[in-house]
């Protein structure tokens, strides 16, 4: 066989491969969705659904009577949504500011220990979530921000933000600083100058830090489980609580988890162009 054949297929078998692993739990996951509960137990398992319902859905946004537990099941999927949103959009716009500030601080300010303090940052990256839970849960405690948007926010921000920084750092290094040494012999600030010059130059890696940071909040789940148990509990959380110590409810669990997989996947199809862009920004000079 023609070698560059022969490597072209086992690149179309790798990515092939690639996809199927990537997007087969997916589809599951949305044909499971509009499954009727008691396809549930048929066997041999349909890989898609006799009788497709949406009555799980339906469930879910109020329209039919739904209560698992005893819990009306469309009032805390509301909430849960709510609450995903809420904290994963206070997360990136809190993680994006200050990592703006930071960025701009550690490439065009001259300070002392600028660059050990911007290493010592960037170095938390390596520290594993689970090794500081016991310690967030003390400080939590002892400021009374347990189940609270301002304390789940805060250790989003915490996770987040080391990586938006680094990020933005990168992107601001390769700025052209013409503009700005311009701007400084009018008279501009270094707030004017950011905000008038640099932030419109830089929106992609901006777009890019936001686009990441709201992702990554958004799909945390151990975090919310301990900090966010009840009244801030988002849709990580609450997804899970359809499987009860008796019955085990698949077609919420896929329907609500269809919901979950379908924002962010939202996001990155119409954002997608800004995040490609913003991650390449600081990859050239």
Not at 112 to 132: E, K, L, N, S
Not at 167 to 179: E, M
Not at 223 to 239: A, C, H, N, Q, Y
Not at 255 to 262: D, F, L, M, R, V
């Amino acid at each position: 066989m023609n070698k560059p054949i022969f490597r072209n297929l086992i690149i179309c078998f790798g990515v092939a491969l690639l996809l199927a692993w990537s997007l087969l739990p997916i589809y599951w996951t949305l044909a499971s969705s509009i499954t009727p509960s008691t396809d549930f137990t048929l066997r041999p398992i349909n890989l898609y659904p006799a009788h497709p319902t949406s009555d799980h859905y339906l469930r879910l946004l109020g329209i039919l009577d739904g209560h698992f537990g005893g819990v009306d099941v469309a009032g805390q999927f509301r909430v849960a949504l709510l609450n995903s949103i809420i904290t994963s959009s206070l997360a990136t716009v809190i993680c994006v500011v200050m990592s703006l500030l930071g960025a701009y601080a550690f490439t065009r300010l001259d300070f002392p220990f600028r660059t050990p303090i911007f290493y010592a940052v960037i170095a938390t990256m390596a520290i594993p979530g689970y090794a500081v839970i016991i310690p967030l849960f003390r400080i939590m405690v002892a400021l009374h921000q347990m189940d609270s948007y301002f304390g789940v926010t805060m250790i989003y921000v915490s996770a987040f933000l080391p990586l938006c920084l680094w990020l933005l750092k990168g992107v601001f290094d390769t700025l052209p600083i013409s503009l700005e040494e311009a701007a400084r012999m009018d008279g501009a600030s270094h707030m004017k100058i950011l905000t008038a010059i640099i932030i419109p130059i830089a929106s992609p890696g901006i777009a890019a830090a936001a686009i990441l940071t709201f992702l990554g909040a958004w799909g945390l789940y151990a975090v919310p489980l301990i900090f966010s148990p009840k009244i801030t509990k988002p849709l990580t959380v609450m997804i899970p609580e359809f499987a009860g110590k008796n019955f085990v409810d698949y077609g919420l669990i896929m329907a609500s988890g269809s919901i979950a997989i379908a924002i962010p996947c939202l996001l990155v199809i119409f954002l997608n162009r800004y995040l490609i862009a913003g991650l390449l920004a600081g990859s050239t000079k």
